[in-house]
Structure formats: structure tokens, C-alpha cells
């Protein structure tokens, strides 16, 4: 939506595998109003996995409503996303989505450029050098698997969000006015139950717990509106109840409680490696499925932690009834919480914040200085048009205005120079992808080392001519320990490519700096020397290098 004005009305859209949620609300800057809250049981028949199937329920689901909305907001649940919390130092803005980049792609168990990469900013450590960043990263074709499905369904997606952040914004805004220090949210659903944890407001551990939570009983389905506007003739808010069903038995609720204990025993375990000792403060529990309240009277029993069920009343101002029966409705609510606060730091799987390289810069600088000279050629072309029945004192002042015109020659050549240097940059550089895959491939963790910056060029006496290219690498790092950097050089320098005995790098090592208390004491920059063996297979020297030329496009954080 860059370069447009959002749209005032969207519907929000979340399911699971059992029921289909719609939030239809009104969003303006400094206004929001929910229209209507509804949930729809998804038949047997219909997969929602399936992009067509499921885009053609929620079509006809809206159409029974009446809700003409084209626009829409959905998230991605937690099983389909890797999620990592990565301990960076404190950069620009900016400078984050390449840092982010090339930390990530080291801890994925698949390769990053068949990933989307969105993150959220954490708390900042107590010494304010490092940040915690929370990075999600989703499969390219699960994002094309949501899109289809609301293209199915005649819907524009305007963004595509993270669940588990969506829950956290609606329990935040929930318990605004107390919130504890650290608070559990559980959203109950029927095959797989999110587990999240708050830290002062930051979502700081997230986990997908598979639990089947036992079918309502045999009279639920159809549809059931859990909100609507207050001129609906239903009931005072249109009708707000949430009815999908009589209960699982007694043995099968104990069942599923006890198993979702278990697992919340589990992850409050696995987020206690992370943050030693921590005391959980409040747990909050979310859903629909009907065992909700008994899973939070066992919680307290047996853990011993306050609880509640997730209301949303006191947010949105509805009476405490409505706010009940709108309890499994975290996630949609949250999304549109998320778009009334266009400002914030929101996950954004379709938009996600990206790099940009030097060589974009120069090309999105250049438009700018041919707009220039466009503009006085056509201001000559008009003028000599105008001259040509002129008598001679409009003869003189075209050849005025011609000679006012040659000045600008200078910037008019430098224009074409400049494309001239960037067209031989892009066609005759290093393959910088393909060599910084090869070099990060050999470097630790950044539990080890983190890299500042990287910067890359490559030099050739005239780009025009026909003679090899000398590139370079400089890395700017950090490491905990003295030796790590000696490590890292002869790790590099001993690597080869797969049936080549030729090296790659040759490296060297500035002067090293100390910097006691710090969690990365050593500062040092390696200058990796591309050795010719790095000039990509069958290309002469004038294919592999480019212009003289000093960028860090990418790799730069």
C-alpha cells in the first residue's frame, strides 16, 4: 500500500482447523470501531490448507453477511514459522535489515533465499550495546499459499502477519493498565496451541504445541455472530454469543487439559534456559473450544499462577458479556490493533523490511538528474517549435537560449558517465552473492563473533579494458575471545570449493583492540584477498570485475 491511503474498512480473517474468524472493523488515524465479530464453522468437506476450497468458504461466508469489504488483514500461525532471537550490538535503523540477513540465514535449516525475513525490535540489554531481535522467517510458498487463497476469495491481502505478535498486542492492550511483568498468553486450538511469553510488553518466546483438543458436541455448526454493530435488530450488539457447540465429556476435557499442562510445563522450561529463574507473573488463556476455563482452574491448582480468560471488553469498550464471547478472537483483534497503529513495528510477511544496496542508491538517484535534463530539452524542443515563424530578434533570442542550454551539457555527460559506471558495476563485478555465501559458510555463530560491517570492492586500472579484477573483503568484527579472529583467518584460508584444490582467500588481520566489560571485547577487521580461483567458472578477467569502484551494497548492516 506504499504511496496510498490505507482503506477505512478491512476485514480481518484467521482459522484453524474447526472454525473460521472475521473481524470487520473501521480503522481511521485515531479511530477504530469493530462492526462486526463472527465465527463460521469450516465444513468437513473443505480443506484449509487447500488455497481454492478454503478462498471459496470465506467468499461465501462474507456474501451470507453481507460484508462487501475487499480488503484484508491475516497471520500466519506459529507451527508455520521458524522464530530466533538473535543478540545484536545497537546499529542505525537502517543498517539493521542487512545485519539481520546475514545473522539468519546462518541458523536456518534451509536456505534464506527461499525464506521471507521479517523482525521485531526486543528490550535492549542493561549496558544499551545490544538488542534482542525477534526474526521470523516463513517459506516462500507458504506466503504464496495465504495469497492464493484470498485471491480465491476475491480479497485483497493487504498484510500478512505473525500470530503469536498479533496476540501479544491484544493482551498488551487488554492489561495496559497492570501488566505484569512477565504474562503467559495460551491460545487453545483444536490441533495446535500457541504458547507465548511476555517480558515487559515484548513477546520474547513463542512455541506451537501439538495438542488435539477433543470435536464440540453433535449440535454445533452453522454460523454465529460474536459482534455487531449496535443498529443490528438481533440483539443489543447483534447478537454476541459464541455457541459452537455443547462440550467435549468430562473425560475427554480432563484429557486435553492435562496434556496442555504438560506442555505449557514444557515451554515455560524451554524459555527458563533462556532467562534463568524467571517467575512467571500471570497467565492468560485464549480460545474457543470449550475447555478453557477448566484449563486455567488446573493451571492455578497446579502451578500455582494467576489466571484469566482472555476478554476483550475493556478494550474495545463492550459490555463484559461480549468481551467473553469473543475469547478465541486474540489474534484478529490484535491484527487490528496492529493496523490502527500504521506506525509501529509490525511484522509484515508480504512487505518485509529489506537491504538496500548502493548500486539501488545510484539508480534511484540517477531518474532525479535525467529529469533534469529532460526538462530542458523539451523546453528547447518547444521553443525552437515557437521560433520558427519568429522574425529575427526571436531568431537572436533562440540563439540565446540555445547557448543558455549548453550549459547544462556538463551535467547531461555527467548522467551518462554516471550510468556507464553503474551498468559496468552490475555486469562486471564479482558474483558478491555466491562469495559471501562461501565466506559466512566458514564463519562461527554469533554467539562467537558478530560482524559490524562487511565491505567489498574490487579494482581495475579502466573498466573499458580487458584486464583483471583485484577484489577485497574487508570484515569489521567482534569477537569474545582473542584467538577466535586467528581462528576464523586460517579456517578461511583453507577452504576450497568442492573438487578444486585452489584457494579462495588469502586473509589478513589489522591491528586488534580490547575493549574490557564487553560482551565482545576484541575489535579487529579481516581483509580477505579474492584469490584467483574466486572469479566465477568459464569468465574471462573483464566478466568478473567491474568498474573502480568502493560499495558495500548488501552486507553492509
Known amino acids: 500500500m506504499s504511496g496510498r491511503r490505507p482503506p477505512k474498512r478491512v476485514v480481518v480473517v484467521d482459522w484453524d482447523t474447526r472454525n473460521l474468524r472475521v473481524v470487520h472493523a473501521r480503522v481511521q488515524p485515531r479511530a477504530l470501531k469493530i462492526e462486526r465479530v463472527l465465527a463460521a464453522r469450516i465444513p468437513p468437506e473443505v480443506d484449509p490448507a487447500d488455497p481454492q476450497q478454503m478462498g471459496t468458504h470465506l467468499q461465501r461466508v462474507l456474501q451470507q453477511e453481507g460484508i462487501t469489504t475487499r480488503y484484508a488483514i491475516a497471520d500466519v500461525p506459529r507451527d508455520q514459522v521458524v522464530l530466533n ?8 535503523p537502517e543498517e539493521l535489515p542487512g545485519m539481520v540477513q546475514i545473522q539468519i540465514a546462518k541458523e536456518l535449516s534451509f536456505p534464506v533465499s527461499e525464506a521471507v525475513v521479517d523482525f521485531t525490535l526486543g528490550p535492549r540489554a542493561a549496558d544499551g550495546n545490544t538488542t534482542d531481535v525477534l526474526v521470523a522467517a516463513v517459506r516462500t510458498e ?5 495469497e492464493a487463497t484470498f485471491e480465491a476469495a476475491g480479497l485483497k491481502l493487504l498484510r500478512l502477519g505473525l500470530r503469536p505478535h498479533a496476540s501479544k498486542v491484544a493482551i498488551c492492550r487488554m492489561l495496559s493498565a497492570t501488566l505484569p511483568q512477565r504474562v503467559v498468553f495460551i491460545d487453545v486450538r483444536p490441533t495446535f496451541t500457541e504458547v507465548d511469553v511476555l517480558k515487559e510488553g515484548h513477546l520474547v518466546f513463542s512455541r506451537a504445541a501439538s495438542v488435539m483438543v477433543p470435536e464440540a458436541g453433535a449440535d454445533a455448526g452453522g454460523l454465529t455472530v460474536v459482534g455487531a454493530d449496535e443498529d443490528e435488530s438481533r440483539s443489543p450488539r447483534g447478537g454476541l454469543t459464541l455457541n459452537l457447540g455443547g462440550g467435549p465429556s468430562a473425560f475427554s476435557t480432563e484429557s486435553a487439559v492435562s496434556a496442555l499442562v504438560v506442555e505449557l510445563t514444557r515451554s515455560l522450561e524451554a524459555y527458563r534456559a533462556r532467562d534463568p529463574g524467571a517467575r512467571i507473573d500471570h497467565v492468560v488463556i485464549g480460545g474457543d473450544t470449550g475447555i478453557e476455563e477448566r484449563l486455567g482452574e488446573v493451571i492455578g491448582e497446579k502451578l500455582g499462577i494467576p489466571t484469566e480468560l482472555y476478554n476483550p471488553a475493556s478494550t474495545f469498550g463492550w459490555e463484559p458479556d461480549e468481551g467473553a464471547a469473543a475469547s478465541g478472537f486474540s489474534a484478529g483483534l490484535g491484527l487490528v490493533l ?8 509490525h511484522y509484515d510477511f508480504l512487505h518485509p523490511r529489506r537491504m538496500v544496496s548502493q548500486t539501488r542508491e545510484k539508480l534511484r538517484k540517477a531518474p532525479l538528474v535525467g529529469a533534469v535534463v529532460v526538462l530542458f ?10 521560433s520558427t515563424a519568429a522574425d529575427r ?10 547557448s543558455e542550454l549548453k550549459s547544462v551539457e556538463d551535467e547531461y555527460d555527467d548522467f551518462l558517465n554516471l550510468t556507464g559506471l553503474v551498468q559496468a558495476f552490475d555486469t562486471q563485478q564479482f558474483v558478491w552473492v555466491d562469495l559471501l ?6 564463519l562461527p555463530s554469533n554467539e562467537e563473533m558478530v560482524l559490524e560491517a562487511v565491505e567489498m570492492s574490487h579494482d581495475k586500472k579502466d573498466w573499458r579494458k580487458d584486464t583483471r579484477a583485484e577484489g577485497r573483503i574487508v570484515l569489521k568484527t567482534r569477537t569474545k575471545n582473542r584467538d577466535t579472529a586467528l581462528q576464523v583467518i586460517d579456517a578461511l584460508e583453507a577452504y576450497r570449493r568442492q573438487g578444486q584444490a585452489r584457494a579462495l582467500f588469502k586473509v589478513s588481520m589489522g591491528t586488534q583492540s580490547e575493549k574490557k566489560g564487553e560482551a565482545y571485547g576484541f575489535s579487529q577487521d579481516l581483509t580477505v584477498q579474492l584469490l584467483s580461483g574466486a572469479l566465477p567458472p568459464g569468465k574471462g578477467p573483464s566478466e568478473g570485475a567491474g568498474a573502480g569502484a568502493s560499495a558495500a551494497p548488501a552486507s553492509q548492516p
Open 142 to 146: 507458504v506466503v504464496r499459499q495465504w
Open 338 to 345: 496492529c493496523q490502527s497503529e500504521p506506525e509501529g513495528l
Open 393 to 402: 530578434k526571436l531568431l537572436a533570442d533562440k540563439d540565446k537560449r540555445i
Open 437 to 442: 555465501q562461501e565466506l559466512l559458510s566458514v
Open 85 to 92: 532471537t538473535l543478540h545484536l550490538p545497537v546499529v542505525a
Open 377 to 386: 530539452v523539451a523546453s528547447a524542443v518547444v521553443f525552437s517549435y515557437e
